[in-house]
């Protein structure tokens, strides 16, 4: 498989193939409304608890607009009593996608058994996953880790607990729990999945995509449905629709960094008030990596004590414009 156009997930039809991952603390209502202005494709809201979810009556997590349509949510959890209202409530706000969150690393994720520590338990995910699927009628996806350590893959074998509990979709992101983000993704199990999942569940990549270059050879390697960008898309926003015109032979659109960041600000602003500065701190980290002479403007947001003081500084820097 390559890029592709025109690509369904069982019901939901998507312009293309390649996926905007959830990212926690990273990819919230401001962020989405930045990304959709470069990714018309699939994104999604930050993984929720399901308790949570069950629990509250609103959850600002969840907010959209129509405009971020197509998008996803993603649960966290081991309890497989709260699934079905979980997912329930979900369809009925509106999402086009459910995806299970079996990947979360961290330790306050793992203790109760959620995230990756599902992985140690592929009955209960098979339960966890059935339950879902059965709640609701929009596509049900799963998003896992290779397995807990090297001593413990599991992908394949999750691969095909997707596919009988009636999952649409599973995302290997190719590292371990204990990996966390270090290391590369191995692609190999990426193949391996893709090999054992045949067509009876899309498989979609992850892992280390930053460039189309990247996108290509992932696709060349493991022969997935589709990839999902994370980390990618916090450094370039717009990667894409530079993905979708390197395969489309088209010129790539000029970006300015500065009137994305400042795009972004305002959106910031609108959410978050005066906490919208600390939040910049957060982003602009991944942001401005890899711009020409950026440490001085890192150090001065990182500083900045109002978001007014951090929008001088991003006006006056002397930005090299690629
Ligand atoms: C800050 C951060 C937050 C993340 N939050 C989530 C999340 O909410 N749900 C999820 O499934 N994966 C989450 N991930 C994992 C990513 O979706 C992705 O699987 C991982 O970063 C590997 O892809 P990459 O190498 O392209 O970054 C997160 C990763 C990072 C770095």
Same mark, same amino acid.
Request: aromatic share 8%.
């Given at each position: 498989?390559?890029?592709?156009?025109?690509?369904?997930?069982?019901?939901?039809?998507?312009?293309?193939?390649?996926?905007?991952?959830?990212?926690?603390?990273?990819?919230?209502?401001?962020? @989405?409304?930045?990304?959709?202005? %470069?990714?018309?494709?699939?994104?999604?809201?930050?993984?929720?608890?399901?308790?949570?979810?069950?629990?509250?009556?609103?959850?600002?997590?969840?907010?959209?607009?129509?405009?971020?349509?197509?998008?996803?949510?993603?649960? *966290?959890?081991?309890?497989?009593?709260?699934?079905?209202?979980?997912?329930?409530?979900?369809?009925?706000?509106?999402?086009?996608?459910?995806?299970?969150?079996?990947?979360?690393?961290?330790?306050?994720?793992?203790?109760?058994?959620?995230?990756?520590?599902?992985?140690?338990?592929? !009955?209960?995910?098979?339960?966890? *996953?059935?339950? *879902?699927?059965?709640?609701?009628?929009?596509?049900?996806?799963?998003?896992? @880790?290779?397995?807990?350590?090297d001593n413990s893959i599991v992908a394949s074998e999750i691969v095909k607990i997707a596919i009988d509990a009636g999952a649409k979709m599973i995302t290997i992101h190719g590292r371990t729990k204990k990996q966390g983000y270090s290391g590369r993704s191995? /692609?190999?199990?990426? !193949?391996?999945?893709?090999?054992?999942?045949?067509?009876?569940?899309?498989?979609?990549?992850?892992?280390?995509?930053?460039?189309?270059?990247?996108?290509?050879?992932?696709? $060349?390697?493991?022969?997935?449905?589709?990839?999902?960008?994370?980390?990618?898309?916090?450094?370039?926003? /717009?990667?894409?629709?530079?993905?979708?015109?390197?395969?489309?032979?088209?010129?790539?659109?000029?970006?300015?960094?500065?009137?994305?960041?400042?795009?972004?600000?305002?959106?910031?602003?609108?959410?978050?008030?005066?906490?919208?500065?600390?939040?910049?701190?957060?982003?602009?980290? /991944? %942001?401005?990596?890899?711009?020409?002479?950026?440490?001085?403007?890192?150090?001065?947001?990182?500083?900045?004590?109002?978001?007014?003081?951090?929008?001088?500084?991003?006006? @006056?820097?002397?930005?090299?414009? $690629?």
């Amino acid at each position: 498989m390559s890029f592709k156009k025109d690509f369904a997930i069982g019901s939901l039809k998507l312009p293309h193939n390649i996926i905007y991952a959830p990212l926690a603390e990273y990819t919230d209502f401001a962020y @989405r409304r930045l990304i959709r202005d %470069f990714h018309i494709g699939l994104m999604f809201c930050e993984m929720i608890k399901m308790e949570a979810l069950v629990r509250e009556k609103s959850t600002k997590l969840l907010k959209y607009t129509k405009n971020m349509l197509p998008i996803g949510a993603q649960l *966290l959890g081991a309890n497989s009593n709260v699934a079905t209202d979980a997912a329930r409530k979900l369809e009925d706000l509106g999402f086009d996608i459910i995806d299970f969150n079996c990947g979360c690393p961290v330790q306050k994720v793992t203790k109760d058994g959620s995230g990756a520590a599902m992985l140690k338990n592929p !009955k209960q995910i098979f339960e966890i *996953l059935k339950k *879902l699927v059965e709640a609701v009628k929009i596509p049900v996806s799963i998003k896992i @880790r290779l397995g807990w350590d090297d001593n413990s893959i599991v992908a394949s074998e999750i691969v095909k607990i997707a596919i009988d509990a009636g999952a649409k979709m599973i995302t290997i992101h190719g590292r371990t729990k204990k990996q966390g983000y270090s290391g590369r993704s191995n /692609w190999d199990y990426i !193949k391996e999945c893709k090999n054992v999942a045949k067509n009876d569940i899309l498989v979609i990549g992850n892992g280390d995509l930053y460039t189309p270059d990247d996108v290509k050879s992932m696709f $060349e390697s493991t022969n997935v449905d589709g990839v999902m960008i994370a980390r990618g898309m916090l450094s370039s926003p /717009w990667l894409s629709s530079d993905i979708e015109s390197y395969f489309t032979n088209k010129n790539k659109p000029n970006i300015s960094r500065k009137k994305i960041l400042l795009k972004y600000i305002s959106y910031l602003i609108e959410e978050k008030k005066d906490k919208a500065v600390f939040d910049l701190r957060r982003i602009s980290g /991944w %942001f401005l990596r890899g711009s020409r002479d950026i440490k001085s403007l890192r150090i001065g947001i990182n500083a900045a004590v109002n978001i007014d003081e951090t929008i001088k500084l991003i006006e @006056r820097f002397n930005w090299e414009e $690629e």
